[in-house]
């Protein structure tokens, strides 16, 4: 009797394990996959229209953002300052600039520059044209939050003899 429920329970695995492959033995699929990298699939309770239209390519991805090349020690020539975006101005006495917000609260939140149109991108907090633009490599910026008010763009770049060195801006109203 065991090997009578032994085998039947064999044979229903087997069987089911048949169904669900479609009986195919080639590995080759017999249904769309149930989903497509990159789709996002229809709300809950929704259905997609049908598109019998041929799919639109991506758009094209803007041009990279470059400089020209220099020679290695060349320092690349200044954009100048741009004309849209909150300015933001390198004051006379950073150490002055700086130090007045000694004991306050200071967030910072990381920004991109672009070193075309320097223009300095901050998410959420938008466009700063600095003045004057910054030349150099690895150029990395970031915004002070003083109190919660935007206050400072701060940039560090790497020198044509491999130094760090960072300046601060101070965001005009």
């Known amino acids: 009797m065991l090997r009578l429920a032994l085998f039947s329970f064999a044979a229903i695995v087997f069987s089911l394990a048949v169904i669900a492959c479609g009986g195919d033995d080639d590995a080759t699929p017999t249904a769309a996959p149930a989903f497509t990298i990159g789709v996002s699939s229809p709300a809950a309770g929704t259905t997609a229209p049908a598109d019998d239209s041929k799919t639109e390519p991506p758009p094209e991805s803007p041009a990279p953002i470059t400089v020209a090349p220099t020679a ?3 320092v690349p020539t200044a954009p100048p300052v741009s004309s849209e975006g909150t300015p933001a101005v390198a004051p006379d006495d ?36 600095i003045d004057p633009p910054i030349v150099g490599q ?4 970031s915004i002070w939050l003083v ?19 960072t300046t601060s801006y101070e965001i005009l109203d």
Do not use: H, M
């Open 138 to 141: 690895d150029i990395s910026c």
């Open 72 to 74: 290695p020690g060349e």
């Open 147 to 165: 109190s919660g008010v935007a206050r400072v763009i701060q940039c560090t770049k790497i020198g044509p003899d491999n130094a760090a060195s």
């Open 94 to 129: 950073e150490g002055l600039f700086i130090g007045q917000f000694q004991g306050q609260p200071v967030d910072t939140e990381g920004c991109t520059y672009n070193p075309t149109t320097a223009l300095v991108t901050c998410p959420g907090r938008g466009l700063y044209a």
